[in-house]
């Protein structure tokens, strides 16, 4: 039996970088780890993935998931490989996405292994992938699917999942112990989403764990539906390709819906309109079982799963690179570190007629990144592809709440916590956030190290 240990919270991840969320709470003789995501981006992040996990996985009790994004639940796979024995426990929501989602994300890991080996690119010989297919999909056996508001008991703790927004079955995280609540926030969404609907408000707690991705940004001023529609306009006028980088879910339905709205009003031509994201297709059902969590009336929904031709089979997938414009292509990943949408970027991304929209935030260090910062070359499996296309970053199109609405958020609350710990974001994003909560607020807030472990009964 385990020695009673004070209450501690330790970073394991979203520390100095917006990915790989992973904190460790640990109270009398329980460990729980809230989120267990994946390192994106710079190398030196995702070199992160392939060390030995910070604590045994076989000492954990419990992983709580605020969604399914893989940076916040991506390493799942590799801790039940490595011996984690407890439940995941998560919104049905997440539960459900989490289903498409690892499972796929193991596949990428193998492929990208097996062109590493074609392409002689590895350290190792054969290449490693991180995890595989089998390994997320048995991982999936691990997952408790909770509901919203329902609090349940892991040993002493208490876990409350709050709606966050942001995707579906995204939420906030509070954690009772010892007489103190620890809320983590996720990944807030946004008030005025188009699809979801906006986080709920912070309640006391004595320590806050936030994100900060657009800390020290504000989303722009202009609708992002008539934006899009002028990119579309302008990119069909020259027989040009539009390719969409979304999110798989999330992203990829409110373009989706933004498309059904500017066809219906005649705002954009009448041309082809591909998903080739066989998530986003699957992710369909699952915006029809969970109506209370989104905005969606059921002739929206109707509307927007039809403008799309979906696009399943790799062998589909391939022909679109042969049919040349004008169409729309909206494929993953987001931020073009992996799938479809790289083959397509190969394809189409050296003409000059065509347009790449990245629709939302694109961490460091990946491609997303480097073609938002007026990158004109991109590494696509081991070949140098030149860029001509026309790059559009719609920042407007982002699901996580910006610095204005993170402030306003905290603002509203009914009292300051004790300390707010500022996570998930690059540096300069996080530490802006925390000057505007010490400044605007008077609320006691700093940025902590990575691996930093902090007393939850005097946090400093």
Known sequence: MREPHPPTLRFLGATDTVTGSRYLVHSQDRRILVDCGLFQGYKRLRDRNRVPFPVSPASLDAVVLTHAHL???????ALVRDGFQGPVYATAGTTELCKLLLPDSGYLQEEEARYADQRASSAHHPAVPLYTAEDAVRSLNSFRAQEFDAPFKIGGIEVTFVPAGHI?????VRLKLGGRTIHFTGDL????DPLMYPPRAL????????????????????????ELGEIITRVAKRQGVIMIAAFAVGRAETVLLYLSRLLAKGAIPSIPVYLNSPMAIDASGMYQRHREE?????????????VAKPVRSPDESKLLNLRGGPMIIISASGMLTGGRILHHLAAYGPDRRNALILSGYQAGGTRGASLAAGGKHVRVYGQEVVIQAEVIQMEGLSAHADTNELVQWMKAAPEAPAMTYVTHGEPDASDALRLRLKHELGWRARVPEHLETVSLDNPR
């Open 71 to 77: 940076d916040h639940s991506g390493y799942i796979p």
């Open 168 to 172: 579906l079955g995204a939420a906030q």
């Open 189 to 192: 969404g946004r008030a005025r």
């Open 203 to 226: 309640e006391p707690a004595n320590v806050l764990v936030t994100e900060s991705t657009y800390g020290n940004r504000i989303h722009p001023a202009g609708n992002p539906e008539t």
């Open 294 to 306: 989104h905005r969606l009336k059921q002739h929206e929904f109707e509307a927007m799963y039809k």
